[in-house]
């Protein structure tokens, strides 16, 4: 049966804890705790008291042993009890003597044995070494570019991983990177994992994965992808003041605006040439009226001078019923070019 204790548990692995009593008439009454939660390889407190005892010491063998066969010892411990201590007593679970599938629901037989009487309990087994939080500096990297990560590995108590004190050894981590869309034949990569930094030269979706060494069956991981860089589309519209051009006009002016397709205007340059169509579909340049004309703001201005076609076409009514034409190659900041080609209504 369960009794209310009398001494304050502490308990490191988990707030919820089973126990066990073991009590006759008249006989002091025997009390085994222990999370309901075994962590292999995480050293778990194992309580036990003898209340109302009288005398000298009562040793106490703790022992793990396997489920439901019992033919296996996992683990054992001993403490004495006595005035002089807490009844408490540390026993660290191995992690070799269990299966190595992490899904497999577990058990094992935690077992307290006093001098005259047993207490047995079975306890459900975790293979939760502790967390791994991995963080890369973006989600979207191009080829040759470097990746840089860092991780932070917590204990299954949220504390941080540190030096082992009694094997004298530093904690361990095991990192990978896995390709997830298609598999990859003499990867050449320069790795760095001192540093943190991995540098890729294929694109794709990519997974950094890590799993503690004691325990490599349960990984972490964090995806981040590495693509061509395709510089953003854009589109220029080019609108006419007027829609013709007189053989009287001084001039012909076309506004240009550009804009990105996510809706921010474009800056740069438009480079801008004019010509005819004549009505026999031929078609003939006026290299006068090449011009280079600053885009601000997505907006720009470009005109055509008469003189500009007199120099080409002393004529000008020769060209009657011909349609004027620009092109414009607009290149922004980043040296994204895009060409545009407008025809105009036909000259009167």
């Known amino acids: 049966?369960?009794?209310?204790?009398?001494?304050?548990?502490?308990?490191?692995?988990?707030?919820?804890?089973?126990?066990?009593?073991?009590?006759?008439?008249?006989?002091?009454?025997?009390?085994m705790s222990a999370p309901n939660l075994l962590r292999v390889g995480t050293a778990e407190n194992i309580f036990v008291e003898c209340q109302d005892c009288t005398g000298g010491d009562v040793r106490v063998e703790i022992n793990v042993m396997n489920h439901p066969t019992k033919t296996k010892r996992l683990a054992t411990t001993s403490v004495t009890l006595n005035?002089?201590?807490?009844?408490?007593?540390?026993?660290?679970?191995?992690a070799g003597d269990f299966s190595k599938d992490p899904n497999a629901k577990q058990y094992v037989y935690l077992q307290a044995q006093f001098p005259?009487?047993?207490?047995?309990?079975v306890v459900m087994v975790s293979f939760q070494s502790g967390y791994i939080f991995?963080?890369?500096?973006?989600?979207?990297?191009?080829?040759?570019?470097?990746?840089?990560?860092?991780?932070?590995?917590?204990?299954?108590?949220?504390?941080?991983?540190?030096?082992?004190?009694?094997?004298?050894?530093?904690?361990?981590?095991?990192?990978?990177?896995v390709v997830l869309c298609f598999i990859l034949h003499g990867l050449r990569s320069e790795i760095d994992i001192m540093q943190g930094k991995q540098i890729f030269y294929f694109t794709g979706l990519w997974k950094v994965v890590a799993k503690f060494q004691s325990n490599p069956q349960q990984i972490y991981s964090a995806e981040f992808e590495v693509k061509e860089y395709v510089l953003p589309s854009f589109e220029v519209k080019l609108?006419?003041?007027?829609?013709?051009?007189?053989?009287?006009?001084?001039?012909?002016?076309v506004r240009i605006k550009?804009?990105?397709?996510?809706?921010?205007?474009?800056?740069?340059?438009?480079?801008?040439?004019?010509?005819?169509?004549?009505?026999?579909?031929?078609?003939?340049s006026f290299p006068d009226s090449l011009q280079r004309v600053l885009i601000e703001n997505g907006e720009g201005e470009v005109t055509l001078r008469r003189e500009d076609i007199t120099k080409v076409e002393r004529d000008i009514n020769s060209l009657v019923g011909g349609a004027i034409f620009v092109s414009v190659s607009v290149?922004?900041?980043?040296?994204?070019?895009?060409?545009?080609?407008?025809?105009?209504?036909?000259?009167?």
């Open 239 to 253: 609108t006419p003041l007027t829609q013709f051009f007189h053989v009287n006009s001084r001039d012909f002016t």
């Open 258 to 284: 550009a804009t990105y397709l996510f809706g921010q205007e474009v800056d740069g340059t438009a480079y801008v040439v004019f010509g005819v169509i004549k009505k026999d579909q031929s078609k003939q």
């Open 116 to 121: 005259d009487r047993l207490l047995e309990k």
């Open 1 to 31: 049966r369960i009794r209310i204790m009398r001494r304050t548990l502490l308990l490191l692995a988990s707030l919820a804890f089973v126990s066990l009593t073991s009590v006759a008439d008249g006989a002091p009454l025997q009390v």
């Open 134 to 177: 991995i963080q890369t500096d973006k989600t979207l990297y191009t080829p040759n570019s470097k990746v840089h990560f860092r991780m932070f590995a917590l204990t299954p108590q949220m504390e941080p991983v540190d030096r082992d004190e009694a094997a004298q050894t530093d904690a361990s981590i095991a990192i990978e990177f």
């Open 83 to 94: 005035n002089a201590n807490n009844f408490q007593q540390l026993g660290k679970i191995p």
């Open 331 to 348: 290149l922004t900041e980043s040296a994204h070019k895009i060409k545009y080609f407008f025809h105009s209504n036909k000259c009167k």
